[in-house]
């Protein structure tokens, strides 16, 4: 990162009558360098204080609010609703920390404690009630 006064001298340097070639022999910067100090020395070399965000299409408060709405809703049904792909409504959740996936593992587990049959996988094929005793 150069300095505000090397950035002033370069510029000062160019417009002075210099040619590119003789500004990248002495200050070693190329003439794309150049053009921009030049816009930002035009500018006062004033960074703007706000935070540079993007526009987003999908706004979290709306997404938040359809979730609630239809919470067992399918990626590609959310995706319609804000006109973009099921990738960017997942990016999005993910960002928000909401997941829509169900933990097989914990369904399995609730299954086994309300069901009073025994699954075939939990029984052993060779053994029967009588010998287990």
Known sequence: MY?????????????????????????????????????????????????????????????????????????????ELFDCSPAAIFYMLEKMDITLKKDLYLLRKIRRRTSSIPRQADRHPYRTESVCR
Do not use: C, M
């Not at 999908?58 to 709405?69: N, P, V």
């Open 3 to 79: 300095s505000i006064d090397y950035r002033k001298r370069a510029v000062e340097y160019k417009r002075e009558g210099h040619t590119f070639k003789e500004l990248r022999e002495t200050f070693r910067i190329p003439a794309e360098t150049y053009y921009r100090w030049a816009n930002e020395y035009d500018n006062g070399f004033q960074k703007s204080d706000a935070p540079r965000t993007r526009s987003r299409k999908i706004d979290r408060e709306l997404l938040k609010q359809a979730i609630e709405e239809k919470p067992d809703s399918y990626l590609r049904e959310l995706a």
